[in-house]
């Protein structure tokens, strides 16, 4: 018969040895005094205490005000069952031996989020009073969640990777739509752009190169890459995490940096990459199948203001001898923009989000919501009629993160309207493959009920739950 603990009891301070006869001291009456923490539930051998459902709870409230979401389900309840979802999909990461891929790239995060949670407690004793433990607790807890977090995440990422959406599905799951369902697709863009950036001169990629080079030496004589890519890497989607990417697809990585992780070893640091995005460093953490983390320190040349304004002045003088004429754009486009992923297109930009998801090129579409624009080129597009071009702007690369100079021309506004098939195909394919991966991964989590010991606490067993955790 397993054995359910009820009670966890955390003291503070030395060991707990006292008999009934013992009186308590000033001094221990100083120390703090913690109540003890429910165990509200057990998923495998992980628990999830009253505490956990608190902050959980918390989050949902928080995310409901955020996004302006509106439910009739309490949030605890959500919350707890979110806990037990995320608890089922680990513990099934664990038992494929996913948790391999989780070595490192942890300690920033956590370290933030204590940071974050004892400034809005306001200091430590105040957050340890309120979640019942001491700080070092308190720690190994958020760790073991982002842990939890994060193979729950590659766990699902792995129950829905290979469902994809056809013609005919999109199809169907449009017909199944009640007609008064259907939600009016807001206003959409249709642009075009040149795109600039000063030429990296060979004396600016051996600064670069040299740079990296004095990093990859000091890595090797002892120091930590992540530490140094927080101080000095310029990709902003990994340098705050001391340059750790992952765990993902490895497929979603440029070809060179592919090439250079599988000819490393684990702890191991590459030679200088160069791809489109800059001057890389590497070090491999784990990679397992298609499946990789690592941590990198990406370096980019940079230009004086002479450089850019030449740039700048280049692209006003375009903008004004284009005017409205779409073929002197299109051929603006074709002898001046740098950008290879539109300057083949007569310059159009499209939006591959889907494309992306599905490796299917087929799916991008040219269509911006006006709520899917950076404000860095709504703006300028916003001041334009059907025809117009802009005035030159600095902008941020999505894709490679440098700043860029362009121009932009508002090929067409789309009005708001009722979604239709022929009109918003890509949108529509977006929502019937999220409703096919949540009905795969509904059937994997009744199955995975069944399989896994799964107990509920009986004061929490009249919550309402969308799955059998009760297994009635």
Known sequence: MRFIPKILTVFCGAAFAC????????EDREQPQYIADEVAAIVGNRHILLSDIERATEDVVRMRHENGTLSNRPARYEAFETLLLQKM???QARADSLDKELRGGTDTQIEEQLQRMIAEAGSVKALERKLRKEIYAIRDDL??????????????????SKVGVTYRDVADFFAQ???DSLEMVPEQYVY??????????????????QKLLEYRQR?????????????YSMDPGTARS???????????????????LETLKPGTVSEIIETEYGYHIVELISLRGELVQFRQILLKPTFTVEETEREMRLLDSLAREIGTDKEAFDEAVERYSMDKETNRNAGVVFNGALAKQQYNAKLASPKFMKDALLPQDYIPLSRLKEGEVSAPYAAVDLGTGSTVYKIVRLNQVIPSHHASLEEDYEIIADFALQNKQNIELDKWVREAIKKMYVWIAPEY??????HNWLKK
């Open 19 to 26: 008999g009934a006869a013992c009186a308590a001291t000033d």
């Open 89 to 91: 999909l680990a513990e």
């Open 143 to 160: 760790k073991r969640e982002l842990e939890d977090v994060q193979l729950a995440n590659i766990m699902q990422t792995n129950v829905v």
């Open 177 to 179: 739509l009640p007609t």
């Open 192 to 209: 075009a752009q040149i795109v600039r950036f000063p030429p990296e001169t060979e004396e600016r990629k051996f600064e670069v190169r």
């Open 219 to 231: 890595i090797l004589e002892g120091e930590n890459l992540g530490a140094l890519a927080r101080l």
């Open 242 to 260: 001391g340059g750790s990417w992952g765990p993902g697809n490895i497929n979603q990585l440029v070809y060179p940096i592919v090439e250079a």
């Open 461 to 466: 067993r009249d919550y309402e739950f969308e």
